[in-house]
């Protein structure tokens, strides 16, 4: 059983930053990609960025050049960096441990809340 926490989230104005954290339990982390989901309201939940365990990192057009996916293997944190974030980047923020990813299963923290609005 894989367990995913995230924090991080909360209410931040147009052209701000945000930074998520995702604390995952299991001694495979680290040979091990993970990914970064969102869900607006009214909308399906989409990938926003992953990241592989040698580092390799791929985002959805819609957050190129303003997001950051990166991970500390010795910690088993993987981060999101959110910089020049608009209003609709608005949406609660999943972690995942994707079973493409080389788990057994698809694996999801309980979501972390953001919010842009002036």
């Known amino acids: 059983q894989v367990q995913l926490v995230e924090s991080g989230g909360g209410l931040v104005q147009p052209g701000g930053s945000l930074r998520l954290s995702c604390a995952a339990s299991g001694s495979y982390f680290r040979s091990r990609s993970m990914a970064w989901h969102r869900q607006a309201p009214g909308k399906q939940r989409e990938v926003v960025a992953t990241?592989?365990?040698?580092?390799?990192?791929n985002y959805a057009d819609s957050v190129k050049g303003r997001f950051a996916i990166s991970r500390n293997n010795a910690k088993n944190m993987v981060y999101l960096q959110m910089n020049s974030l608009k209003s609709e980047d608005t949406a609660v923020y999943y972690c995942n441990a994707p079973q493409w990813g080389g788990w057994g299963y698809d694996y999801w923290g309980q979501g972390t809340q953001v919010t842009v609005s002036s």
């Open positions: 990241i592989t365990s040698g580092g390799t990192t």
